[in-house]
């Protein structure tokens, strides 16, 4: 199964996101993303690697740019959860993300919302 994922920035500053612990990261794992089944609340288990990371710089490529009033699109395929046939999920991600308004190493990070669309799957 792929998931596409879409962060947009709705201000009129660039920003700087980083990927690190978010769909962003180019993986789908352990916190970065939640599969609960929808019939009995139980959050679908993570059964792949664990990632340790330097701290996070721009020069090791930790940040992604949203530009102004503009997006970022991810594809990610989904591995590592018991995911069952038949059984539908709500899929939800991290409700913040860590941001720059400079793309410095030494500039200031911030905390901002993430606001999630409803979305379900169901496996086949």
Known sequence: M???FKLSNNTDKTVHVCKYGTPLEGLVGSGHIIFTDVATNQVAKYQGPMARRVAPTVSNGAYTTVPQNGSVVY???VRAFTLERGK???VTTRDSFTAKN??????????????TQPCTVTIN
């Open 2 to 4: 792929e998931l596409t």
């Open 75 to 77: 594809k990610q395929k």
């Open 88 to 90: 539908t999920y709500s």
């Open 102 to 115: 400079e793309y410095l190493d030494n500039s200031p990070a911030f905390q901002i919302g993430v606001v």
